[in-house]
């Protein structure tokens, strides 16, 4: 028996087990795992040292085309990825235009195609009177879910009215995925924005413009009897309501949020600090700090939302919200490894194993017979130091910058090939669209 690639010497990272084997790969896909004394191959890996994990997914990514190249497009963005041991992505449809029809959605796969390095797929933007459109998209290959923003942030996208939300779970069939902040208390609030002070920020979008919001969503979740997924939870309170809620609503967390806190954050990075929801002060750090560790949060997803230096560099409130996040997403989640914050199989349960289960992937995120050969190589003892001149986004720059990192990406592989390797892009972009069940 031949196949097309041995990953030999490494050590396997399932959600569940850490263990010792190779692995054949034959036409993208993973043939056999274990002994392969059997088995010749055309070409090896031997990635002794290493532990190769099944590829990562990064569930929250905004690569900002169409609309906003300047900053992000979608090769620039897929590059950030593969560099950073993504294999796949969620993409959101705050674009301009904001992609909510079955003509703009297929528009935008269009624009993915033979210019993304990873997977990946885009989530259909929900407005209160697009049923019919999101119904047209949710069964196609590529549409990972529906985006509601609840609370306004970046682009046009708003559904702040409760009945409508509910309205929309109700009559798709996709899982709705949600970005958490009441708008009318946002409204309200806004008196408390000051003019060049970044610090306003936590007290404008104040830890009950979130609670709010997310307590409404999981009373309409439970009473539909209908799962959702909350985006970037940021507070103590929603943890542990969240903690209580798990039956129909799974969530996320970003690595900014357990990485900075208030005011420490926004003295260092000033309104490169800034996004939404807010990083917010030491004891809600702590409270997702605590819900990581005990894995009461589901998946870790960055939030990438790059903005030009120059676009960051005004004057709050003039400022955008939004930070890049795509390429050290896991390099983060190493490093709370080598804390002890957390374990590499925890690892594997949030950025691949609960993202295939929540979001219904089919033939990715586990190193098993018969799924797709996508793996995330990284040498677990290797320290290094990110600065702006490694991002491969647009934007070039990182909140982390000047950070030393245990835990390194050494290579990503997609279908058998490797698409990053050794800090150098290699292949061509090759990355399809997400297939779901």
């Known amino acids: 028996m031949i196949v097309d690639l041995i990953i030999k010497n490494g050590t396997c990272v399932s959600h569940d087990k850490i ?7 034959k036409k993208g896909k993973i043939f056999k795992i274990g002994s392969l004394d059997d088995i010749k191959s055309k070409q090896t890996i031997d990635a002794k040292g290493m532990h190769i994990l099944p590829g990562a997914f990064d569930s929250q990514c905004h690569f900002r085309e169409p609309g906003g190249e300047h900053k992000e497009d979608l ?3 897929s590059m950030a990825a593969v560099a950073g041991g993504i294999t796949s992505i969620f993409d959101m449809p705050n674009n301009k235009p904001s992609i909510t029809t079955e003509k703009l959605f297929k528009k935008k796969l269009a624009l993915a195609k033979n210019r993304m390095f990873c997977e990946h797929a885009f989530y259909m933007g929900a407005e209160k009177d697009n049923i019919a459109e999101i119904n047209k998209v949710e069964k196609l290959d590529g549409c990972c879910g529906i985006k509601i923003f609840v609370g306004s942030s970046t682009g046009t996208l708003l559904v702040s009215d409760f009945s409508d939300i509910g309205n929309i779970i109700k009559k798709t069939r996709k899982r709705v995925s949600l970005h ?14 000051k003019d060049n002070d970044v610090k306003s920020h936590i007290v404008w979008r104040n830890p009950l413009t979130a609670l709010t919001s997310t307590k409404k969503l999981v009373a309409i979740a439970n009473k539909l009897k209908k799962k ?6 940021t507070t103590k309170e929603e943890v542990a309501l969240l903690a209580k809620n798990k039956k129909y609503v799974s969530f996320e967390i970003t690595p900014q949020h357990v990485s900075f806190y208030a005011p420490d954050c926004y003295d260092k990075l000033g309104t490169y600090a800034q996004m939404n929801p807010p990083i917010r002060t030491i004891d809600h750090y702590k409270k997702l700090r605590w819900a990581l560790k005990n894995s009461v949060v589901d998946v870790i997803g960055s939030d990438h939302a790059p903005h030009s230096k120059r676009e960051k560099n005004q004057k709050y409130p003039n400022s955008p919200s939004g930070m890049p996040g795509v390429q050290t997403l896991l390099p983060v989640l190493l490093d709370l490894v080598a804390q ?13 194993y609960n993202v295939i289960k ?6 990715k995120g586990k190193l098993e017979t ?18 702006n001149a490694q991002i491969l986004s647009k934007c070039k720059w990182t909140p982390y910058h000047g950070t030393t990192f245990q835990g390194k990406i050494i ?3 997609i279908r058998g090939n490797k698409v990053y390797w050794k800090n150098k892009i290699v292949g061509k972009p090759q990355g399809l669209p997400i297939k779901f069940n």
């Open 358 to 363: 929540i979001f219904n992937i089919k033939n």
């Open 411 to 413: 290579g990503t592989i």
């Open 180 to 193: 958490s902040e009441e708008e009318n208390l946002l409204n309200a609030r806004k008196k408390y924005i």
């Open 370 to 387: 018969g799924y797709d050969a996508d793996f995330s190589i990284v040498d677990i003892n290797k320290k290094h130091k990110i600065t």
């Open 228 to 233: 959702i997924h909350i985006l970037h939870i």
């Open 75 to 77: 090769k620039s963005g």
């Open 340 to 352: 002890k914050l957390i374990t590499l199989n925890q690892v594997v349960q949030m950025t691949s």
């Open 19 to 25: 263990f010792k084997a190779d692995i054949a790969i």
